[in-house]
């Protein structure tokens, strides 16, 4: 990787410290990255808010009812995803796991279910649930799972080429990997600019594009068959961004950028969010 010395942006930590950080571009990879990344022993503490809502099933406020609620569909969409592409139902890995809502409801649809998550909150939770829950990559065997999911989880891993090579080694022969990650080249990013929720600097280590996407992957043999928008997040991101830029939900006026985003999406191809779609070859 080769990126700028000059930051492509300066993005504020807006959610927990108030720290800033740049965004420096690799311009053959199309990735961003967080400069200065935090030291692995410091990352946790920027995660130490309890809005940091992956990481709870408070429902608080009609924000977290809102969230939580969308939540469910797209965790029965994403199911229905891994049955269409997998074929058949066989062993899954969900790599950041969260509390395990992704994975009960794999579970109760005949999956073989196991997650990774750092958090020991959102593991708590998740065990509770049911969920077999292990710790390091160490623990798992080669070429053993049908499908590993990664749901908006790749850009906080503090080592790229690690974690796809990983990808590479647990996923069997004809498995499939489900990525979702931000696009930072969407027209809600552009409109919101430094204020873009989903930069969501330093917890974001990473910045993806399409063209990103493909380049990594394909240094590992796993092949892009297929780029699939996420229409709610454009919403849920420019309600934050609102917030960030005003200090206001204002959720009329994000309502419209997160459908504007989607409308112009469907002709430039670039949403708020992809998943991207791999298999082994």
């Given at each position: 990787?080769?990126?700028?010395?000059?930051?492509?942006?300066?993005v504020?930590?807006?959610?927990?410290?108030?720290?800033?950080?740049?965004?420096?571009?690799?311009?053959?990879?199309?990735?961003?990255?967080?400069?200065?990344?935090?030291?692995?022993?410091?990352?946790?503490?920027?995660?130490?808010?309890?809005?940091?809502?992956?990481?709870?099933?408070?429902?608080?406020?009609?924000?977290?009812k809102?969230?939580?609620?969308?939540?469910?569909?797209?965790?029965?969409?994403?199911?229905?995803?891994?049955?269409?592409?997998?074929?058949?139902?066989?062993?899954?890995?969900?790599?950041?796991?969260?509390?395990?809502?992704?994975?009960?409801?794999?579970?109760?649809?005949?999956?073989?279910?196991?997650?990774m998550?750092?958090s020991?909150k959102?593991?708590?939770?998740?065990?509770?649930?049911?969920?077999?829950?292990?710790?390091?990559?160490?623990?798992?065997?080669?070429?053993?799972f049908?499908?590993?999911?990664?749901?908006?989880?790749?850009?906080?891993?503090?080592?790229l080429?690690?974690?796809?090579?990983?990808?590479?080694?647990?996923?069997?022969?004809?498995?499939?990997i489900?990525?979702?990650?931000?696009?930072?080249?969407?027209?809600?990013?552009?409109?919101?600019?430094k204020?873009?929720?989903?930069?969501d600097?330093?917890?974001?280590?990473?910045?993806?594009?399409k063209?990103?996407?493909?380049?990594?992957?394909?240094?590992?043999?796993?092949?892009?068959?297929?780029?699939?928008?996420?229409?709610?997040d454009?919403?849920?991101?420019?309600?934050?961004?609102?917030?960030?830029?005003?200090?206001?939900?204002?959720?009329?006026?994000?309502?419209?950028?997160?459908l504007?985003?989607?409308?112009?999406?469907?002709?430039?191809?670039?949403?708020?969010s992809?998943?991207?779609?791999?298999?082994?070859?």
């Amino acid at each position: 990787m080769n990126f700028s010395k000059e930051p492509y942006l300066k993005v504020t930590d807006f959610s927990v410290s108030g720290e800033q950080f740049e965004l420096l571009i690799d311009e053959d990879l199309q990735l961003l990255k967080t400069y200065p990344p935090p030291a692995i022993s410091d990352l946790p503490n920027y995660y130490e808010s309890d809005d940091y809502i992956s990481h709870t099933d408070s429902k608080r406020s009609l924000f977290e009812k809102v969230y939580h609620f969308i939540k469910r569909k797209a965790i029965r969409d994403k199911v229905s995803l891994i049955d269409y592409w997998s074929g058949e139902k066989g062993s899954v890995l969900d790599i950041g796991s969260g509390t395990g809502d992704f994975l009960a409801e794999a579970k109760l649809q005949k999956w073989k279910a196991v997650g990774m998550e750092p958090s020991e909150k959102a593991k708590s939770l998740a065990k509770r649930k049911g969920i077999c829950i292990i710790d390091t990559y160490a623990e798992l065997e080669d070429n053993y799972f049908d499908v590993i999911t990664m749901w908006h989880v790749l850009e906080h891993v503090p080592d790229l080429d690690f974690q796809i090579k990983e990808l590479k080694r647990l996923i069997k022969p004809d498995g499939v990997i489900f990525i979702a990650v931000p696009n930072y080249k969407s027209y809600d990013a552009r409109h919101y600019g430094k204020f873009w929720a989903a930069y969501d600097v330093p917890r974001h280590l990473w910045h993806f594009s399409k063209t990103t996407m493909q380049k990594l992957f394909a240094q590992e043999n796993l092949k892009l068959v297929k780029v699939l928008p996420m229409w709610f997040d454009s919403f849920y991101v420019s309600l934050l961004s609102e917030k960030y830029k005003t200090g206001k939900m204002n959720p009329w006026k994000a309502f419209w950028i997160g459908l504007t985003s989607n409308l112009k999406g469907k002709k430039s191809l670039e949403y708020s969010s992809h998943i991207y779609i791999f298999k082994n070859s």
